[in-house]
């Protein structure tokens, strides 16, 4: 059984086990360049195709090292989660795959598509209202309810470790990489991107990226401790969520610096990445790109890593097209 | 210089000319494959992805064989073709590599996403009417006034020749394959592929897709001689052109069955393969997916190559969106 040590303590050895743990459930996602981005941003960059993923994002990642982690005993009883969406995903498919129940509470504002998903990969959801007073509040009854253990979308040891092994790949794949630049809700996949690249490549620049109408983990970055929005509202609906300690730790000690871009440049750079690489990503992922495109002076003739999220979007509402 | 030899006497030794010719300026494009889509069909699917090729689509691959195997001489006076879209991109693409003018005679009704593009890649625009035969007599035209090299869209063997790396490459990558599966226009991609099969690997089975609303390719086959259309209507807008002799000759030759869908199964495969698959593709390549779909039997059981042949779309016109 894996044990739920505190995040400060995750070494290199436990991303590598976790590697070796979900291997046989995840896919090792390609990395693809665009000469036309390259060339408009005036960076090489790379990126890190996790909308190929398992259940259509890196989350799957972690969860599948929370639940192949816990002892038959535990498992028995199942897991249970708050999601936004692509953790609610996650945690089923990697559950379905241990044969295990998964519990799931989601805001019913939630795309239907990923509703429809989680009940596709055998997901069981409770709805809460949209908002991380409501969702804590619904969730602690279906814990206390079920008996299941808890894999928090992002504050969970186990669920960094796991997203670790993204940027783990990422590096097998390019050499020599300046900087990394993820989105950063609840800080999750940038923690374990803080987890490897402090471990491996300390030199490396680590960039954030974030809507500028959930600009949380920003304003945290800069206050210097965790400052909390209750329901942020933005397009880019994987980031709305608030850092937490564990996640606090990485970001605090690690990021380089977090950028922030608008509604409209993050919808931008989303139709420009679907027009110009061929593929299908969230807005939440689009984020990174948005920024890189705002500050072309920090990136200019660096090698960047991107890591694309996600590609779980409901096909019948994008942003750029009056439904 | 590249000799414009008969269609009928192409060898694998031309292909594989060809192959190194284009080599710098194309790319060796991946190949995905969707545990759902083949838990949907029964079959096991390996979409060989022209939809990231230079360009966004596989036609870059003739349109460069082309026009590096011209003789300085001739490609002095540049080149022109008429074209309903992704070939018009490919030539403007390839002559802006190797430097040489480049003239296009497009239908007024082409996507305004493809105008844009060919005008971005330096090519130059001459409108006709949205048919076969205003096409052919405005292109006659702007041939007499330049001088340049008429460079057919599918009709023309070095552009079969190039056409026909494309399953070169994926019978590199995915052994074992017992049928491929390609969509069916003007019959380029379709020939192409009859080219390299018939010399590599005979025993395997070629099946063309098309949309039953310009199901010409269909007819000619079970007619046993061409029978064209004028202007057809279709979603699959790279598929409206008739069959000539030097890709009749392949089709009627080489391919196993041409197989046809409806316009709600072609735009159902393709918000399919966005949704699942998270790539962009056209129209047109969505057809051979809802052939699969419609007709199992046929597929289930086989390991089966699907030519993705472009990602050339119009964001603001999603066909299952009304804008």
Same mark, same amino acid.
């Given at each position: ?5 505190? +995040? ?12 070796? $743990? ?5 896919? $090792?996602?390609p ?11 005036g960076?090489? /960059?790379?990126?890190?195709?996790? =909308? ?12 599948? =090292? ?10 028995? $009883? ?7 969406? =692509? ?9 379905? #795959? ?10 019913r ?28 509040? *619904?969730?602690?009854? *279906? ?15 186990r ?7 993204? &940027? #783990?790949?990422? /590096?097998?794949?390019?050499?020599? /990489?300046?900087?990394?630049?993820a ?13 490897? /690249? ?10 954030a990226a ?13 206050? @210097? ?5 209750? +329901?942020?509202?933005? %397009? ?9 300690? =564990?996640?606090?730790?990485?970001? &605090?000690?690690?990021?380089?610096d977090?950028?922030?871009? &608008?509604?409209?440049? %993050?919808?931008? +750079? ?18 990174p ?13 660096? $090698? ?6 996600? @590609? ?12």
């Amino acid at each position: 059984m894996l044990d739920k040590v505190p +995040a400060a303590s995750l070494t290199l050895d436990d991303v590598i086990a976790a590697h070796e $743990r979900i291997a046989p459930y995840v896919h $090792r996602t390609p990395v693809l360049t665009s000469s036309y981005l390259n060339e408009l941003t005036g960076a090489e /960059l790379f990126f890190k195709c996790e =909308n190929f993923q398992k259940a259509g994002a890196f989350k799957v990642r972690g969860a599948c =090292n929370a639940v192949f982690g816990l002892s038959d005993e535990m498992a028995k $009883r199942g897991v249970a989660t708050h999601s936004s969406g =692509n953790h609610a995903l996650s945690l089923s498919y990697a559950a379905g #795959r241990r044969g295990i129940p998964c519990h799931v509470v989601m805001p019913r504002t939630a795309p239907e598509a990923k509703k429809a998903a989680v009940r596709g990969y055998g997901g069981q959801i409770t709805e809460c209202e949209p908002s991380t007073t409501s969702r804590e509040a *619904v969730f602690a009854e *279906v814990e206390a309810r079920t008996g299941a253990e808890f894999v928090h979308p992002y504050n969970d040891p186990r669920v960094i470790c796991g997203q670790a092994t993204c &940027s #783990r790949e990422l /590096l097998d794949q390019v050499a020599g /990489l300046d900087a990394v630049i993820a989105p950063i809700g609840g800080g999750g996949m940038v923690s374990g991107t803080c987890l490897t /690249l402090s471990n491996i490549a300390p030199e490396m620049e680590i960039y954030a990226a974030e809507p500028e109408q959930a600009d949380d983990a920003y304003r945290s970055f800069k206050a @210097g401790h965790i400052i909390a929005d209750d +329901a942020p509202e933005t %397009i880019a609906d994987g980031l709305k969520v608030p850092l937490k300690d =564990n996640t606090w730790h990485f970001v &605090s000690n690690h990021v380089t610096d977090i950028l922030t871009a &608008s509604e409209e440049e %993050i919808i931008d +750079a989303m139709k420009l990445t679907w027009q110009r690489m061929k593929i299908v990503i969230e807005a939440s992922c689009a984020v990174p790109l948005a920024t890189i495109l705002k500050n072309p002076e920090v990136f200019r003739g660096k $090698r960047v890593g991107v890591i694309i999220t996600g @590609g779980n979007v409901d096909m019948n509402k994008l942003p750029w097209i009056e439904g």
